[in-house]
């Protein structure tokens, strides 16, 4: 074999071999999804009524399917379920003392609400296509809304 086809050869071999990054949809998954649950578990600053506080969670029993599809626009979705409990700080009226708070404990893990998040492999990267949730044993999933900025905050890790 001549030097100019070894030149060639050798970066595709080594690129097959080792990998192209987060190019296998399953592994970028599972990345989102670490990623995730470990900003969930640092303390934020949440805004509820013009009070502040801070806001953290204790994400359990996560579970997730990804399945191949025959659309060209989205060859991959995935569905994920989990239980999440929320860790409050007092209501502040300044975000300068909500953040001086210390952060909350972790949640206690018997008050859980259930979320339910999809997603679409689209463009070589996952996208977020719904997020909701119930409340304790609810009943009807729901949005997170302007009212539950908690909700939000959590809802944005999985973006």
Known sequence: ?????TA??????LLTFI?????????S?????DSATTAAQSAALVQVDGQWQKVRFKIVD???????TDSLASPYTAKVAFKASEGLTTLRNEKSAARSDPDPKMP????QDGYYATYAFQD?????TDFTFDLLLGGN??????SQPEKQLLQSYFQ
């Open 124 to 128: 070589g990267a996952w996208k977020l």
């Open 8 to 13: 060639f050869l050798l970066p595709i071999t």
């Open 141 to 146: 999933p729901k949005t997170p809304s302007a």
């Open 1 to 5: 074999m001549n030097k100019a086809a």
């Open 108 to 111: 206690d893990t018997t008050l």
């Open 62 to 68: 996560l579970k997730y399917d990804v399945k191949h």
């Open 29 to 33: 998954f599972k990345r989102k999804l």
């Open 19 to 27: 990998g192209c990054g987060s190019s296998d949809p399953l592994t």
